[in-house]
DNA sequence: TCTTGCTCCTCTAGTCGCTAGAGATCGTAG
DNA sequence: CTACGATCTCTAGCGACTAGAGGAGCAAGA
């Protein structure tokens, strides 16, 4: 059951360049090659490489799927860890949900208009003056 | 009224390094400089610079702001091409939140496990396998 | 006058997660 | 044997900065 990178590439949905690259910063293992020099790869990368892209689909950093690996690999531990990375993922996202929805608003009140000129456009206008803006500055 | 780059980071709340970065890539003009080689500023500087800061807090990017401060620089013309930016920018943002808003259900409902083992640990699970989400493929 | 300490200068390289391209080699089908 | 596709390695680029090295300018205090 040996794949060429071709064909882990259609299995996973994971562009080849990617996967070349995941091995290069260690988040695949080096598969062994063949007499051509080609990559080898069985059944066991294909999970590995379809975890990874299902936690990057995820959002979570190529980081955080390391640690998520290494958890993996050793299922008699507490999970903890693994509670911890994905809460901690969680609030990344709703911080970024918050910011991208007060962006809306503000976004949206700046498209409300329909001058005619640049002169009294409101989008220019608002971004000319801080005054104008409720937004808040972001961390 | 000249300000060195010191002076123009704190008014503006811009970083240093960042506002030579913008001179760089066009997005400030070059100022003039003192006999010592420094930079100097003034009022214009200080506006521009504003107009871009609060831009880019509304998530518009460095291309987009160089076609806005052009209209910006035109106020006798129409100023359908900034609402265009601008509505281009909402329906970007509108795009975001909803792929976030997915996201965040779905690593919700991984976080809503308290095993104690990473064998059975619903982060992990639902890493692995696909098929206990949702979630669909972004762009 | 000298020194201390701050600001500023340029230049290069690093961040993240890929993606694109060049140029070479391998493998297979006709 | 030849053509073509798949694969190889290596380097550079994306966006929007950020960090650091190594040097020079400048003002104030001793």
Partial sequence: MNLAIGELSKRTG????????????????????????????DETHVQRLGFVRHARELGFDLDAIRELIELA??????????????????????DKIARLSALRTEVERMTQC?????ENCRVIEVLADHGNCVHETRR
């Fill in 14 to 41: 994971v562009k080849i360049p990617t996967i070349r690259y995941y091995e290069q910063i260690g988040i695949l293992p080096e598969p062994p090659r063949s007499e051509g020099n080609r990559r080898l790869y």
């Fill in 114 to 118: 329909s001058n005619e000129m640049v």
């Fill in 73 to 94: 690999g050793h299922p008699s531990r507490p999970c903890e860890k693994a509670d911890e990375i994905a809460r901690a993922h969680l609030a990344k996202i709703e």
